[in-house]
């Protein structure tokens, strides 16, 4: 009894309670939820009494039982609440004025939320992994003679050799690709996205392991870890930890030793399954000697958190001479090992041999531009309705100082109402955005989400971002407005004076300077990708199919069975088996000698195709001299080079004949130039057409199979030759692609910019355009009184119609003559991108212009027809 | 006042202050539901149910004498109105109307 009246409830759960209720209720609340107190005291102990009392307390807190705002606040409070309400009227007063304020405010917010989420993802690539801050990516600068590279990619043991070395290099991590048909039961893929790795992934990268121990997945041979989106495709609903899958080629199966999560699409690299880099070992390759030269490992390097690697990079020169000195001076090649920071490969790294294809930190600038644009548009449209019509409201300012309205509280009315129109414009943004986001995915091609709108710190950036665009456009109409004097205006019956006139004008050339800028970019962009996709490539490109079947035994065996039934199809031209295409990117690149002028050998290295006889005939290559590759002559296979125009240009020959005969080395063979064919670009367009040596080759090296069509070719054709080929080969599946449809592919990101680009200037100049039109209609109508005036002394309606629209045409004009020299500036500074570059051309400066203007005049003519019908007799019936 | 629709819980709180007589506050009431009923139910949601009765007229309160428990709080004690008795009557009445039409055969199971 006695601890009873000693233990009290929590007290500022109690002063708690007092704070938030009604007075009339307190004494009763308080009363039960002591007797229960006391009750739980006895029978369940004191914490849980505590607890109780607490969470009761709590679960008052209902809306019936909180305490209203006091009357103390009252007065501004209902102030605010008038402002709210005039502005909900004015409003609904002027619904033309509130449509295209709010509709066009929305659209530039939701553009800008769109890229927001754009940017924010860009940026976000491999900033998840705990320890990104101290993981860097080693590149290789290899120097050769006469050829300079810069991969992505390292030499096998480079980082076994850095961790050994270098104390600060605390550990290391590799991964290289994988290539092969799997097959579980009769479930078979051709598996590309596969990737061999180091045990130490999962201390790296945090990406986790759903089952199966990260430790030691990986650490024997022929052991896989499966992502959860394989493990679903080869098992199913099955337990995949312990299965065995078969992999082509390989006598012992490779077991599941784990499962993790998919890899996060904001990571630089993809895959879908990681095989043990163990089992490579085990295959006799990276052993522990030479191999300096074999570069195949995206190679990681753990640093101690806040270590600099730049002064691991002063101290590199040494360690190559050391470890690679010896191999580099017999192989006549340099290496220079660069460190990147992991978090900056997404955006900044564009080397050979990328692990994904990465960002491009200057589109994620261009579209943060054009967002700032397109909402700095929105907001001026704003901005100029909001003093356009500020003259309206004379006569409720006039009245409001009257009655004792103080500046302050006048600039808190303006500016609530332009936050509040911000917000409504920011709710149906929101909307906008659900609607658009998945196109707007589709034209990315990623895959975000509405969530990450609002998910950690963003939360705060959008009432941030209302408030600002609010503060922004009523600022100006707030100050002057505020600054009228009620008797100059009730005296006179309305103010006459025009509001903010230069301003006004100002405003809306900076629009129009946006919009022109905007449309001459997209014109440019246009013009420069239609001309790189229409490029003449040097070689046919249309009706081919690409079949990349990856080179295995039974299809070297079956190579000539497979040519002769397809042969047979008379839609089917030519074939031909190679290991590059035209399409790849994926042509070799080796150490080459050929003989010079004055006779003696000289070496480099250059880019080489491994073919077929049937290569240059099926993609209608050019001989500029000798001849091609011929069945009949046996010795082709072993001593005959076809090479491109660009290589006896190398060689300092003067003309392709002279070529023929001359001795030539490459990829362990060594022969004479046989034939001379003119360049074809076998790269992107974003390159000069580099020398290209080609020679035939065994063809079990060939894992790429060229159909070329004949014009009428269909689908019927392409089913007709699955027949054959499932008929000859049944591990590999008949897979093809369209030559010109990966040669796009190739140009993926342009198109992307392109379109992304199209999309948001045709954006901003609605916006604009939406602006000028509601800013012609005020302007006609505050214009009534003159233009009827002068209608009465004569004038005639066209005159006055072309008078009203010169004034935004010299507008349009002037925002031409600023915007050209800035398009012009941005332009060159992106097609210095491109290798094929479209020179300057000032039409396509005077069209866009031209389209400004056009946009101008139609958007205003619309009210200088309406000015022409005007009747005098009632606008001045009043006079 | 607000409509006079009585909810299941509302019916529940009504019956009870009615069984409890001049004994109806707050936690009798809470007691005496998880006593008959075994419902578990939080004070505040008696409180909230007992102001909606009020305000609809069902019931009427007074404030009780002082206690040497509940920290010297007084009690709120509610009764039934005949309003209120009216209300559980007709509930009551509609209940066995309705029930006394269910045929007395062997239900299906």
Same mark, same amino acid.
């Given at each position: 009894?006695?601890?009873?009246?000693?233990?009290?409830?929590?007290?500022?759960a109690?002063?708690f309670?007092?704070?938030?209720?009604?007075?009339?209720?307190?004494?009763e609340?308080?009363?039960?939820i002591h007797?229960i107190?006391?009750?739980?005291?006895?029978?369940?102990g004191?914490a849980?009494?505590?607890?109780k009392?607490?969470w009761?307390?709590f679960?008052?807190?209902?809306?019936s039982n909180?305490?209203?705002?006091?009357k103390?606040?009252?007065?501004?409070?209902?102030?605010?609440?008038?402002?709210?309400?005039i502005a909900?009227?004015?409003?609904?007063r002027?619904?033309?004025?509130?449509?295209?304020n709010?509709s066009?405010?929305a659209?530039?917010?939701?553009?800008?939320?769109?890229?927001?989420l754009y940017?924010?993802?860009?940026?976000?690539y491999?900033?998840?992994?705990?320890?990104?801050?101290q993981i860097?990516r080693i590149?290789?600068?290899l120097?050769?003679?006469?050829?300079?590279?810069?991969?992505?990619i390292a030499?096998?043991?480079?980082?076994?050799?850095m961790?050994?070395?270098?104390?600060?290099?605390l550990?290391?991590?590799r991964?290289?690709?994988?290539?092969?048909?799997l097959s579980?039961?009769d479930?078979?893929?051709?598996?590309?996205?596969?990737m061999?790795?180091?045990?130490?992934?999962?201390?790296?990268?945090?990406?986790?392991m759903?089952?199966?121990d990260?430790?030691?997945a990986?650490?024997?041979?022929?052991?896989?870890?499966?992502?959860e989106k394989?493990?679903?495709?080869?098992?199913g609903?099955?337990?995949?930890?312990?299965?065995?899958?078969?992999?082509?080629?390989?006598e012992?199966?490779?077991?599941?030793?784990g499962?993790?999560?998919?890899?996060p699409?904001n990571?630089?690299?993809?895959?879908?399954?990681?095989?043990s880099m163990?089992?490579?070992?085990?295959q006799?390759?990276m052993?522990?000697?030479?191999q300096w030269?074999?570069?195949d490992?995206?190679?990681?390097?753990?640093?101690?958190?806040?270590?600099?690697?730049?002064e691991l990079?002063s101290?590199?020169?040494d360690f190559v001479?050391?470890?690679i000195?010896d191999a580099?001076?017999?192989a006549?090649?340099?290496?220079?090992?660069?460190f990147q920071?992991?978090?900056?490969?997404?955006?900044?790294?564009?080397?050979d041999?990328?692990?994904?294809? %990465?960002?491009?930190?200057?589109?994620v600038?261009?579209?943060s531009?054009?967002?700032v644009f397109?909402?700095?548009?929105?907001?001026?449209n704003?901005?100029?309705?909001?003093?356009?019509?500020s003259?309206?409201?004379?006569k409720?300012?006039?009245?409001?100082?009257?009655?004792g309205?103080?500046?302050?509280?006048?600039?808190?009315?303006?500016?609530?109402?332009?936050v509040?129109?911000?917000?409504?414009?920011?709710?149906?943004a929101?909307?906008?955005?659900?609607?658009?986001?998945?196109?707007?995915?589709?034209?990315?091609?990623q895959?975000?989400m509405v969530?990450n709108?609002i998910q950690?710190?963003?939360?705060?950036?959008w009432?941030?971002l209302?408030?600002f665009?609010?503060?922004?456009?009523?600022f100006?109409?707030?100050i002057?407005?505020?600054?009228?004097k009620?008797?100059n205006?009730?005296?006179?019956?309305g103010a006459?004076?025009?509001?903010?006139?230069l301003l006004?004008?100002?405003?809306?050339v900076?629009?129009?300077?946006?919009?022109?800028?905007?449309?001459?970019?997209?014109?440019?962009?246009?013009?420069?990708l239609?001309?790189?996709?229409?490029?003449?490539?040097g070689?046919e490109?249309?009706q081919?199919?690409i079949? %990349?079947h990856?080179?295995d035994?039974?299809?070297?065996?079956?190579m000539?069975?497979?040519?002769?039934?397809?042969?047979? %199809?008379p839609q089917v031209?030519s074939?031909?088996?190679?290991?590059?295409?035209?399409?790849?990117?994926?042509?070799?690149?080796?150490?080459?000698?050929?003989?010079?002028?004055?006779?003696?050998?000289?070496?480099?290295s250059?880019y080489g195709?491994?073919?077929?006889h049937?290569?240059?005939?099926?993609?209608?290559?050019?001989?500029?001299a000798?001849?091609?590759?011929n069945?009949?002559l046996?010795?082709?296979?072993d001593?005959?080079f076809v090479v491109?125009?660009?290589?006896t240009?190398?060689?300092?020959?003067q003309?392709?004949?002279e070529?023929?005969?001359?001795?030539?080395?490459?990829?362990?063979?060594?022969?004479?130039?046989?034939g001379?064919?003119?360049?074809?670009?076998?790269?992107?367009?974003?390159?000069?057409i580099?020398?290209?040596?080609?020679?035939?080759?065994?063809?079990?090296?060939?894992?790429v199979?060229?159909?070329?069509?004949?014009?009428g070719?269909?689908?019927?054709t392409?089913e007709s030759?699955?027949?054959?080929?499932?008929?000859?080969?049944t591990?590999?599946?008949?897979?093809?692609?369209?030559?010109?449809?990966?040669?796009?592919?190739r140009?993926a990101?342009e198109?992307?910019t392109?379109?992304?680009?199209?999309?948001f200037?045709?954006?901003?100049?609605?916006?604009?355009?939406?602006?000028?039109?509601?800013l012609?209609t005020?302007?006609a109508?505050q214009?009534?009184?003159?233009?009827s005036?002068?209608?009465?002394?004569?004038?005639?309606?066209q005159?006055?119609a072309?008078?009203?629209?010169m004034?935004?045409?010299?507008?349009?004009v002037?925002a031409?003559m600023i915007?050209?020299p800035i398009a012009?500036?941005?332009?060159?500074?992106?097609?210095s991108?491109?290798?094929?570059?479209?020179?300057?051309?000032?039409?396509?400066?005077?069209?866009?212009?031209?389209?400004?203007?056009?946009?101008?005049?139609?958007?205003?003519?619309?009210?200088?027809?309406?000015?022409?019908?005007?009747?005098?007799?009632?606008?001045?019936?009043?006079? | 006042?607000?409509g006079?629709y009585?909810?299941e819980?509302?019916?529940?709180?009504?019956?009870t202050? +009615?069984?409890?007589?001049?004994?109806?506050?707050?936690?009798?009431?809470?007691?005496?539901?998880?006593?008959e009923?075994?419902?578990?139910?939080?004070?505040?949601?008696?409180?909230?149910?007992?102001?909606r009765l009020?305000?609809?007229?069902?019931?009427?309160?007074?404030m009780? +004498?002082a206690?040497?428990?509940?920290?010297?709080?007084?009690?709120?004690?509610?009764?039934?109105t005949?309003?209120g008795?009216?209300?559980?009557?007709?509930a009551?009445s509609?209940?066995?109307?309705?029930?006394?039409r269910?045929?007395?055969?062997?239900?299906?199971?």
């Amino acid at each position: 009894m006695n601890s009873r009246n000693e233990i009290s409830p929590p007290k500022w759960a109690a002063k708690f309670l007092r704070l938030y209720c009604k007075k009339e209720f307190i004494e009763e609340i308080e009363g039960d939820i002591h007797e229960i107190f006391e009750v739980n005291l006895e029978d369940k102990g004191v914490a849980y009494a505590k607890r109780k009392f607490t969470w009761d307390v709590f679960r008052f807190l209902r809306w019936s039982n909180i305490k209203r705002l006091k009357k103390v606040q009252s007065n501004s409070f209902d102030m605010f609440k008038n402002y709210i309400k005039i502005a909900f009227r004015g409003l609904k007063r002027s619904k033309l004025y509130s449509v295209i304020n709010i509709s066009g405010l929305a659209v530039g917010m939701a553009v800008f939320m769109l890229i927001f989420l754009y940017v924010t993802n860009e940026l976000s690539y491999d900033k998840y992994h705990s320890k990104s801050g101290q993981i860097h990516r080693i590149a290789s600068h290899l120097t050769v003679p006469g050829s300079y590279f810069e991969f992505a990619i390292a030499p096998p043991n480079l980082g076994d050799r850095m961790v050994s070395d270098f104390p600060e290099v605390l550990n290391r991590t590799r991964l290289a690709r994988f290539d092969g048909t799997l097959s579980y039961g009769d479930k078979v893929f051709a598996e590309k996205d596969a990737m061999y790795s180091d045990p130490e992934f999962f201390e790296f990268f945090d990406i986790p392991m759903l089952s199966g121990d990260a430790a030691t997945a990986l650490s024997e041979p022929f052991s896989l870890v499966l992502t959860e989106k394989a493990a679903n495709k080869y098992f199913g609903s099955e337990n995949a930890l312990g299965k065995l899958i078969k992999v082509d080629g390989i006598e012992q199966p490779f077991s599941v030793r784990g499962v993790m999560a998919n890899v996060p699409q904001n990571t630089h690299f993809d895959f879908n399954m990681l095989v043990s880099m163990e089992t490579r070992k085990s295959q006799g390759f990276m052993s522990d000697t030479g191999q300096w030269f074999f570069l195949d490992y995206y190679t990681y390097l753990l640093f101690p958190v806040g270590y600099n690697p730049s002064e691991l990079q002063s101290k590199m020169p040494d360690f190559v001479e050391r470890n690679i000195g010896d191999a580099q001076r017999s192989a006549n090649q340099t290496y220079e090992f660069e460190f990147q920071k992991l978090t900056d490969i997404h955006l900044k790294s564009h080397l050979d041999v990328e692990a994904k294809e %990465n960002g491009d930190i200057q589109s994620v600038k261009i579209f943060s531009i054009i967002a700032v644009f397109i909402l700095v548009i929105a907001c001026v449209n704003f901005m100029n309705l909001s003093i356009s019509r500020s003259t309206r409201r004379a006569k409720e300012i006039g009245l409001r100082k009257v009655v004792g309205a103080v500046k302050r509280q006048l600039i808190t009315q303006f500016l609530t109402e332009s936050v509040l129109i911000s917000f409504l414009s920011f709710v149906l943004a929101f909307f906008l955005v659900l609607w658009a986001l998945p196109s707007f995915n589709t034209l990315i091609g990623q895959d975000l989400m509405v969530e990450n709108l609002i998910q950690g710190t963003f939360i705060a950036v959008w009432p941030a971002l209302i408030l600002f665009i609010g503060f922004l456009a009523g600022f100006y109409p707030a100050i002057v407005l505020s600054g009228f004097k009620p008797i100059n205006i009730l005296k006179s019956g309305g103010a006459s004076r025009q509001g903010g006139s230069l301003l006004k004008r100002v405003l809306v050339v900076f629009q129009l300077v946006i919009s022109t800028i905007l449309i001459i970019g997209t014109l440019v962009i246009n013009r420069q990708l239609t001309s790189l996709q229409n490029q003449n490539l040097g070689f046919e490109k249309e009706q081919m199919l690409i079949f %990349n079947h990856g080179g295995d035994g039974s299809i070297a065996a079956n190579m000539e069975t497979i040519r002769s039934e397809f042969i047979r %199809n008379p839609q089917v031209k030519s074939i031909s088996f190679t290991r590059s295409t035209p399409a790849g990117d994926n042509a070799g690149n080796w150490y080459t000698e050929y003989e010079v002028a004055d006779g003696e050998m000289q070496n480099a290295s250059m880019y080489g195709f491994l073919v077929d006889h049937e290569f240059a005939r099926t993609y209608g290559l050019e001989f500029l001299a000798g001849r091609d590759f011929n069945r009949s002559l046996v010795t082709d296979m072993d001593d005959a080079f076809v090479v491109n125009e660009s290589t006896t240009i190398k060689m300092g020959l003067q003309s392709p004949e002279e070529a023929i005969g001359k001795t030539f080395a490459q990829f362990g063979k060594k022969g004479k130039i046989i034939g001379v064919i003119k360049d074809f670009n076998y790269m992107t367009l974003h390159s000069a057409i580099e020398p290209l040596v080609i020679q035939l080759t065994d063809p079990q090296y060939l894992g790429v199979m060229s159909i070329k069509l004949e014009a009428g070719a269909d689908l019927a054709t392409i089913e007709s030759l699955e027949e054959i080929w499932e008929g000859v080969i049944t591990a590999i599946p008949f897979e093809v692609t369209f030559l010109d449809q990966a040669l796009d592919n190739r140009y993926a990101a342009e198109m992307r910019t392109k379109r992304l680009f199209s999309s948001f200037s045709s954006l901003a100049i609605f916006i604009a355009a939406l602006g000028l039109f509601a800013l012609s209609t005020l302007s006609a109508e505050q214009q009534k009184r003159s233009i009827s005036i002068r209608k009465v002394l004569g004038a005639p309606g066209q005159e006055i119609a072309l008078k009203f629209s010169m004034a935004f045409l010299r507008l349009s004009v002037l925002a031409l003559m600023i915007s050209i020299p800035i398009a012009y500036l941005a332009s060159e500074s992106w097609l210095s991108n491109f290798n094929y570059r479209i020179d300057f051309d000032p039409v396509l400066f005077i069209l866009g212009g031209l389209i400004t203007a056009t946009i101008t005049l139609l958007t205003v003519s619309f009210q200088s027809f309406k000015i022409t019908r005007i009747n005098p007799a009632q606008n001045l019936r009043s006079e | 006042m607000k409509g006079t629709y009585l909810g299941e819980f509302e019916e529940l709180v009504l019956l009870t202050v +009615g069984a409890l007589y001049d004994e109806a506050y707050g936690v009798a009431v809470m007691d005496e539901i998880k006593n008959e009923s075994g419902r578990g139910v939080n004070i505040s949601a008696i409180h909230s149910a007992l102001r909606r009765l009020e305000e609809k007229g069902f019931v009427k309160s007074t404030m009780g +004498g002082a206690t040497n428990e509940r920290g010297g709080r007084r009690k709120r004690y509610f009764v039934l109105t005949s309003y209120g008795k009216k209300a559980l009557d007709e509930a009551q009445s509609l209940r066995m109307k309705l029930y006394e039409r269910i045929p007395n055969i062997a239900l299906g199971n």
